[in-house]
């Protein structure tokens, strides 16, 4: 009986070290896996750039410092300027190697003056009265320029607050200014327009607006809490189009910006002094 007792033990024995064995192998296995490969995201090249969801024609212009008509024109989209995810925008002319050749069509110019026709204007001097009257012609043109600056738009301050950034021409990271403020301090549309981006998909922004006031020119108003506004929308100047914050900021500010033709200007060049 004992001797029987001993091998019924010994048998269990080995069935639990089987056992054990057995589920330290299955446990191996189940460990090995986790390798997720993460889908690629789309590649931009130089002058390419592969539309993500929560794009718009007007913030991939605007984040690449381009007039949302030269991209709309390259591409052969036409208003209202939808695009796609997955579509493929160009940021340059087709053929842009091509393209460089042009700046030096920009001398062509020189050519009327090298023209005959330009040297019979020589025979005026002779009488100097005429020659007196067209220099009055072309002071107004000068005077005229001036108001161009700010074109038909009147500007006002889309916030109040302290100045704690300014603009610098060709700095990338200064293209426009900084207004100090509240979270939650109203920010104001700077003029009459229309929302054509109302998001937070441009980095470096946060939650950001940008106005159309005319083909020519638009507002940028970046890093707040909240957006009130939605693309499309007409805005006033003077309307609350969102809450001061600081969304991509250190600190709760708004950071404004006008450019013209994509190209940035000095806002207080074009705000009234205050």
């Known amino acids: 009986m004992k001797s029987g007792h001993v091998l019924w033990l010994l048998v269990l024995v080995t069935l639990l070290a089987a056992c054990g064995r057995s589920t330290v192998v299955r446990r191996e296995r189940v460990y090995e896996p986790p390798r997720h490969a993460t889908p690629a995201r789309p590649v931009t090249g130089a002058h390419e750039y592969v539309v993500v969801r929560g794009d718009t024609l007007y ?21 209202p300027y ?14 842009r190697i091509a393209a460089t050749p042009p700046p030096a069509a920009r001398p062509a110019p020189a050519r009327p003056p090298a023209s005959e026709p330009a040297r019979p204007a020589a025979p005026p001097p002779q009488q100097p009265a005429p020659a007196v009257a067209p220099s009055p012609s072309q002071t107004p043109a ?24 300014r ?9 426009g200014i900084d207004i100090a403020g509240n979270g939650g301090q109203p920010v104001l549309a700077a003029a009459d327009g229309v929302v054509v981006y109302s ?32 693309e499309g929308q007409a805005v006033r100047a003077g309307q609350q189009i969102a809450e001061m914050g600081r969304t ?14 994509g190209r940035p200007v000095d806002p207080l060049t074009l705000l009234p002094p205050r």
């Open 59 to 79: 913030g991939i212009a605007f984040r690449h410092g381009l007039d949302y008509r030269d991209v709309a024109a390259w591409n052969g989209i036409g208003p």
């Open 82 to 95: 939808t695009i796609y995810p997955g579509q493929r925008i160009r940021l340059a002319p087709a053929g």
């Open 142 to 165: 000068p005077t005229s320029a001036p108001p161009v600056a700010g074109g038909p738009v009147r500007w006002q301050w889309p916030a109040q607050g302290q100045i704690v950034g």
């Open 167 to 175: 603009f610098v021409a060709g700095d990338p990271t200064r293209q």
């Open 199 to 230: 998001g937070a998909g441009l980095v470096g922004y946060g939650e950001l607006i940008i106005v159309k006031h005319t083909d020519e020119w638009l507002s940028a108003y970046g890093h707040n809490r909240r957006r009130l506004v939605e």
């Open 248 to 261: 991509g900021a250190s600190r709760d500010m708004l950071h404004f910006e006008i450019r013209r033709n």
